[in-house]
C-alpha cells in the first residue's frame, strides 16, 4: 500500500509484539527498556543488507543505533527502501566522509557562551539540556555529542545556561532541545521549565523534541499537566513522512493540544524518504488532522557521513512550488538551509516575482500565469469621479 494513496488511515497496534501486555507497549520505560540496540538483537527481526549490517557494526563509533519496539514497527522490513528504515537503521553511506563535511557544521560549539547553550541569533538561545534521544536518527546535525559514540561527553551545565539567560535580558525566547529534552524525568523538566518561567523577560519557551512521534506514550497526562502549569510552552515535533503519523502519534498530539501546547512541526528533506512532492503533500495533510503546523522543512546540515542523505536544493525548491497553491498555506514549511559554519536559518523559496520596477511588480501565480501589481498611483479625475467636489470633514 502506498502511504500517498491510503489517506483515511491512521497506523496503529503492537505488530511484532502482540504477545506484550498492555500496560507494558503503553509504558513509556518499557519501550525504552526494550530498544533495539544492537546487531543481534534487530536480526533476531529481520535481514540486514550488507550495506545496513555494515553501517550497523559501525554506528558505535559514530551515532549509537536505537528504535523503540513502536517505532520499529513501522519499519517494512522487506524493503530495503522503506522511509523508516532508512532514518532509523545506519547504512554503510554514513562511513562516507565528504570535503565539505564537518562534526559541527553550523559552528554551535563557537557560538556557546556556556556548556550546551547556543547564543546565535540577538533574541533567543538554543539549550541543549541532555545528549539522549529515545531513537537516534541516522542523519541528525548533532550527531557529534548526541548518543556519546564519538566521546564528546556531554554534561549541560543547567545553572551556568540558567544564570547566562538571567543576565541576559535581550533573551526573550528560549528553546530546549538536545537530544530530546522529553526523556528528561518530569521532576527534571518541572524544574527547568519553573526556572524559565521565573525569568521576567523570557517570553517564549518551546521544545523541540521527537519523543511524540519515537514515545508517544511518554506524553503522559502527567507531563501534560507539567506543560499547563508552565504554558504557554510551544513544541515543534520532527515528522519526515506520513508514515510516521499514527493513531498513537495523532492521539498524543491530542493531549499536548488538549493541554495548551501548539505544536510545529520540523522536517529534514532526506534522499529516499520524502524527497517527493506528493509524499510531502501527504505528511503536511496528516499533520494538520493532528493539530500540527508545518514549520520548517530543512535542507541537510552538511554533518559527517550525512551525504547520502543529500537532496538537491533544487528538488527541495521543486516540491515548496508543487505545494503553494495547491494546498492551504497552513500545510506549508518554509524551507531554509541553515547556513554552513553558523550564519543561521535562511529561507529558500520558489521564485515569483519576475520584475520590480518603480512602477510595477511583476508575478507569477502557482499555475504560471503572469500578473502585474502596480506600484504607482494614477489619479483619475472624470465626471464619474469628480474629486474636486470632495468635500473632507
Ligand atoms: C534553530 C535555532 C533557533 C530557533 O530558530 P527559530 O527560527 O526561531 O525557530 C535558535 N537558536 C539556534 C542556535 C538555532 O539553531
Ligand atoms: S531526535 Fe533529534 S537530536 Fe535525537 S537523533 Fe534525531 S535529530 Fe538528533
Not at 59 to 79: C, E, Q, S, V, W
Given at each position: 500500500?502506498?502511504?500517498?494513496?491510503?489517506?483515511?488511515?491512521?497506523?496503529?497496534?503492537?505488530?511484532?509484539?502482540?504477545?506484550?501486555?498492555?500496560?507494558?507497549?503503553?509504558?513509556?520505560?518499557?519501550?525504552?527498556?526494550?530498544?533495539?540496540?544492537?546487531?543481534?538483537?534487530?536480526?533476531?527481526?529481520?535481514?540486514?543488507?550488507?550495506?545496513?549490517?555494515?553501517?550497523?557494526?559501525?554506528?558505535?563509533?559514530?551515532?549509537?543505533?536505537?528504535?523503540?519496539?513502536?517505532?520499529?514497527?513501522?519499519?517494512?522490513?522487506?524493503?530495503?527502501?522503506?522511509?523508516?528504515?532508512k532514518q532509523l537503521i545506519p547504512r554503510s553511506g554514513e562511513m562516507v566522509i565528504s570535503a565539505e563535511e564537518q562534526l559541527d557544521s553550523l559552528g554551535e560549539d563557537e557560538h556557546s557562551p556556556v556548556p550546551g547553550l547556543v547564543h546565535r541569533y540577538?533574541?533567543?538561545?538554543?539549550?541543549?539540556?541532555?545528549?539522549?534521544?529515545?531513537?537516534?536518527?541516522?542523519?541528525?546535525?548533532?550527531?557529534?555529542?548526541?548518543?556519546?559514540?564519538?566521546?564528546?561527553?556531554?554534561?549541560?551545565?543547567?545553572?551556568?545556561?540558567?544564570?547566562?539567560?538571567?543576565?541576559?535580558?535581550?533573551?526573550?525566547?528560549?528553546?530546549?532541545?538536545?537530544?530530546?529534552?522529553?526523556?528528561?524525568?518530569?521532576?527534571?523538566?518541572?524544574?527547568?521549565?519553573?526556572?524559565?518561567?521565573?525569568?521576567?523577560?523570557?517570553?517564549?519557551?518551546?521544545?523541540?523534541?521527537?519523543?511524540?512521534?519515537?514515545?508517544?506514550?511518554?506524553?503522559?497526562?502527567?507531563?501534560?499537566?507539567?506543560?499547563?502549569?508552565?504554558?504557554?510552552?510551544?513544541?515543534?515535533?520532527?515528522?519526515?513522512?506520513?508514515?510516521?503519523?499514527?493513531?498513537?502519534?495523532?492521539?498524543?498530539?491530542?493531549?499536548?493540544?488538549?493541554?495548551?501546547?501548539?505544536?510545529?512541526?520540523?522536517?529534514?528533506?532526506?534522499?529516499?524518504?520524502?524527497?517527493?512532492?506528493?509524499?510531502?503533500?501527504?505528511?503536511?495533510?496528516?499533520?494538520?488532522?493532528?493539530?500540527?503546523?508545518?514549520?520548517?522543512?530543512?535542507?541537510?546540515?552538511?554533518?559527517?557521513?550525512?551525504?547520502?542523505?543529500?537532496?538537491?536544493?533544487?528538488?527541495?525548491?521543486?516540491?515548496?512550488?508543487?505545494?503553494?497553491?495547491?494546498?492551504?498555506?497552513?500545510?506549508?514549511?518554509?524551507?531554509?538551509?541553515?547556513?554552513?559554519?553558523?550564519?543561521?536559518?535562511?529561507?529558500?523559496?520558489?521564485?515569483?516575482?519576475?520584475?520590480?520596477?518603480?512602477?510595477?511588480?511583476?508575478?507569477?501565480?502557482?499555475?504560471?500565469?503572469?500578473?502585474?501589481?502596480?506600484?504607482?498611483?494614477?489619479?483619475?479625475?472624470?465626471?464619474?469621479?469628480?474629486?474636486?467636489?470632495?468635500?473632507?470633514?
Amino acid at each position: 500500500m502506498s502511504y500517498t494513496e491510503d489517506r483515511s488511515r491512521w497506523f496503529e497496534g503492537q505488530g511484532l509484539w502482540q504477545q506484550t501486555p498492555a500496560s507494558d507497549w503503553n509504558d513509556w520505560t518499557w519501550q525504552l527498556k526494550n530498544r533495539l540496540t544492537s546487531i543481534e538483537h534487530l536480526e533476531k527481526y529481520m535481514t540486514l543488507t550488507a550495506e545496513e549490517r555494515a553501517g550497523v557494526l559501525f554506528a558505535g563509533h559514530k551515532l549509537a543505533m536505537a528504535i523503540t519496539p513502536y517505532f520499529f514497527n513501522l519499519i517494512d522490513r522487506n524493503d530495503p527502501n522503506c522511509p523508516i528504515r532508512k532514518q532509523l537503521i545506519p547504512r554503510s553511506g554514513e562511513m562516507v566522509i565528504s570535503a565539505e563535511e564537518q562534526l559541527d557544521s553550523l559552528g554551535e560549539d563557537e557560538h556557546s557562551p556556556v556548556p550546551g547553550l547556543v547564543h546565535r541569533y540577538p533574541d533567543r538561545v538554543l539549550f541543549l539540556v541532555t545528549d539522549r534521544c529515545a531513537a537516534y536518527c541516522r542523519y541528525c546535525t548533532r550527531s557529534r555529542l548526541v548518543s556519546n559514540a564519538q566521546d564528546y561527553n556531554f554534561h549541560p551545565e543547567y545553572e551556568q545556561a540558567l544564570r547566562y539567560i538571567e543576565a541576559h535580558p535581550e533573551v526573550r525566547d528560549v528553546l530546549l532541545s538536545g537530544g530530546d529534552p522529553l526523556l528528561l524525568s518530569d521532576k527534571k523538566l518541572e524544574h527547568l521549565l519553573s526556572r524559565l518561567r521565573a525569568i521576567p523577560h523570557v517570553e517564549f519557551i518551546r521544545i523541540g523534541s521527537r519523543i511524540p512521534v519515537f514515545l508517544p506514550q511518554r506524553i503522559t497526562p502527567e507531563l501534560c499537566e507539567i506543560f499547563k502549569k508552565y504554558g504557554p510552552i510551544w513544541m515543534s515535533i520532527h515528522v519526515n513522512h506520513p508514515k510516521e503519523a499514527t493513531a498513537e502519534l495523532k492521539a498524543a498530539c491530542e493531549r499536548l493540544s488538549f493541554a495548551g501546547v501548539p505544536l510545529g512541526n520540523q522536517s529534514v528533506l532526506l534522499k529516499g524518504v520524502n524527497d517527493d512532492a506528493e509524499v510531502m503533500k501527504a505528511l503536511i495533510h496528516r499533520l494538520l488532522r493532528m493539530r500540527v503546523r508545518p514549520y520548517y522543512l530543512y535542507q541537510m546540515d552538511l554533518i559527517t557521513g550525512g551525504s547520502h542523505f543529500k537532496v538537491d536544493v533544487r528538488k527541495g525548491i521543486e516540491i515548496i512550488r508543487a505545494l503553494r497553491g495547491h494546498t492551504t498555506g497552513y500545510a506549508i514549511p518554509q524551507y531554509v538551509i541553515d547556513a554552513p559554519g553558523g550564519g543561521g536559518k535562511v529561507p529558500i523559496n520558489p521564485d515569483y516575482v519576475e520584475k520590480i520596477t518603480d512602477d510595477e511588480v511583476v508575478f507569477r501565480n502557482y499555475e504560471g500565469k503572469t500578473f502585474h501589481y502596480p506600484l504607482k498611483s494614477t489619479p483619475v479625475v472624470s465626471p464619474a469621479n469628480p474629486v474636486e467636489n470632495v468635500v473632507i470633514e
